[in-house]
């Protein structure tokens, strides 16, 4: 089984039950165990600013998935809660990335693992801290709590 830590976003409809959904979801798959989940943090939209505010958070998963095969899999339950790609960093029913995979290091076209920006994102970095602060980033060797501390200085 794999280790895997995932980040669960939202900002349309009920943000709250779309996050608890997306849990539900990966819960009911045989292949995926959610073993730990952060609290529910309220965030400003990145990048694309002009939008409702998110509620985000953190899971860590057990699975026997593939990475690509978690991929198909968290790409089926956003679309199955609604999710529709207009606009990159849009507004969206739910967004689910995978953040680690073990200490895996793995850039594909479709998946990179680590999470490229995941270091840049105070609502990853958050959650993540509050689950994994032990967890170290396989390409930065840095714990994960340590890059939130990084970013909150703004190094």
């Not at 105070?122 to 930065?140: G, N």
Request: hydrophobic share 35%.
């Amino acid at each position: 089984m794999a280790n895997v830590y995932l980040g669960l976003g939202s900002n349309l409809g009920d943000r709250k039950e779309n996050l608890e959904k997306s849990i539900e979801a990966l819960d009911n798959f045989a292949e995926i165990e959610v073993t730990n989940r952060s609290s529910i943090l309220e965030t400003e939209p990145y990048g694309k600013t002009d939008q409702p505010e998110f509620m985000n958070m953190c899971v860590e998963i057990n699975t026997r998935m593939s990475p690509l095969s978690l991929l198909e899999t968290v790409l089926g339950i956003e679309h199955s809660l609604g999710r529709v790609r207009e606009e990159v960093w849009g507004p969206r029913i739910i967004d689910i990335d995978i953040l680690l995979y073990e200490d895996l290091d793995l850039e594909l076209d479709d998946l990179s693992i680590p999470h490229k920006e995941m270091h840049l994102r105070s609502f990853v970095l958050e959650p993540l801290s509050e689950i994994a602060p032990d967890v170290k980033h396989p390409t930065l060797d840095k714990l994960v709590i340590e890059l939130k501390e990084d970013l909150e200085k703004g190094e």
